[in-house]
């Protein structure tokens, strides 16, 4: 947010830079004498523009007078040579000639000058010139650090902007998680393994930090179903399990018109999470890489957390047993992509199920927002993925059972 604005009160700094070219001495002597009396200008002067190229080299002058006709290289040269210059792209140059010449002037224009002085020429006008263009350079000078200001500002609001968009994330999934009795443990881990499956995936840090911090919404659209379904401790009836399955369609609902990256991805994610890779998943029975790649790397990562964990309806199942699961399930329940990567993460999934807590999470939250990787998935592609899941009727593919509904 801007706060306020950067001090702008003189019209030109203290003391400003301005070299004079030109091949006559005793014109450069005039020219420095007429100058001073304007005040507060440091002047240099140069009689030959090869060592003027070489001064500019070394000093960063504020205003350039240069001279048309000088031996070795004239001031059309000069100006081409000294606008390739970073600093001196844009600076004010006035020109110094005795010639009429309309082509002369043309060519010093489009060479980059910014104004004439004929000699001889008159020290009011000179000093009038001259005023102007210290005024123009000041202009410059102050735009460009009213630029960096604000864009410095901007920068900071859309750090801001970005932690708390990963913060709300994280409230809400904390909540979610809440009504079926978590602490939020459960998330972080799905998050983790994802980030995990998805760098192993070759998806890059960036499309693989997006997942991780997209991860946590998987089952937001829980928030609306009943807490006597969620916490039921025996199986649910068809109806119950129904109305448990609707949970998809409303996470998308409440993501799919997200702003930014995170938010879309998030939505192909709670909207694809339970298909299954034979096409017998639900909502809309997508099958193999229809399924959104994000969703199918979550789906691995929440599954196998979930087979582990101990619910109010179910015991915990034994690490490896619960690993031995997810591999089995390579082909029909899951892209055989993913679970080869999963199986080559063993140690680091052991790790992450032997520590009950939040931590990465918690540190994701506080990182700058990422850059947009170029594996990123485009946001028609997307959008075309959360319409789906949201609206089309479910698809069952020939010989696909309806499998029991995972209240994970």
Not at 69 to 87: A, C, Q, S, T, Y
Not at 184 to 194: D, K, L, M, T
Not at 382 to 408: F, K, M
């Amino acid at each position: 947010m801007l706060t306020k604005l950067p001090e702008i009160v003189n019209v030109r700094d203290d003391i400003t830079s301005v070299l004079v070219v030109d091949d006559s001495c005793s014109m450069l002597a005039i020219l420095e004498s007429t100058i001073n009396k304007i005040g507060k200008i440091d002047v240099a002067t140069c009689d030959n523009p090869v060592k003027a190229m070489l001064k500019c080299a070394e000093f960063q002058y504020d205003v350039i007078l240069v001279d048309y006709l000088m031996p070795g290289m004239n001031g059309i040269d000069f100006l081409r040579k000294i606008r390739k210059v970073e600093h001196y792209r844009s600076i004010p140059i006035i020109m110094l000639t005795s010639q009429h010449d309309r082509n002369v002037r043309i060519d010093a224009l489009s060479a980059g000058v910014n104004d004439f002085l004929t000699k001889p020429f008159d020290p009011f006008e000179l000093r009038a010139r001259l005023s102007n263009m210290l005024a123009l350079r000041n202009a410059q000078r102050q735009q460009a650090k009213l630029v960096a200001f604000l864009t410095n500002d901007v920068e900071q609001a859309m750090r801001e902007m970005a932690l708390r968009e990963k913060e709300m994330i994280w409230r809400l999934a904390l909540a979610v998680e809440a009504r079926d009795g978590g602490t939020g443990a459960h998330i972080a881990r799905v998050a983790e393994i994802s980030r995990l499956i998805a760098l192993g995936m070759g998806m890059g840090e960036a499309c693989s930090q997006l997942i991780y911090l997209a991860a946590p919404l998987h089952d937001v659209g829980k928030i609306g179903t009943p807490d006597a379904i969620l916490r039921k401790p025996g199986p649910l009836t068809a109806e119950e399990a129904e109305i448990m399955r609707r949970h998809v369609k409303h996470g998308v609902q409440i993501l799919r018109d997200g702003a930014t990256e995170l938010l879309r991805i998030a939505a192909l994610i709670a909207g694809g999470h339970h298909e299954r890779w034979d096409g017998s998943g639900y909502p809309a029975g997508l099958k193999g890489e229809d399924i959104p790649l994000e969703a199918r790397i979550v789906a691995v990562a929440d599954a196998f957390d979930a087979i582990c964990s101990e619910r109010a309806y179910k015991s915990g199942m034994p690490f490896e047993e619960a690993f031995a699961e997810i591999v089995r399930g390579a082909g029909s329940a899951f892209d055989p992509a993913c679970v080869a990567v999963f199986k080559q993460l063993k140690r680091e999934l052991l790790e992450i199920r032997t520590h009950d807590d939040i931590e990465h999470l918690h540190e994701a939250l506080k990182r700058p927002p990422v850059e947009k990787h170029q594996n990123a998935r485009p946001k028609s592609v997307a959008g075309a993925h959360i319409e789906h899941a949201a609206h089309a009727p479910r698809r069952r593919h020939a010989g696909a059972e309806a499998p029991a509904v995972n209240r994970d």
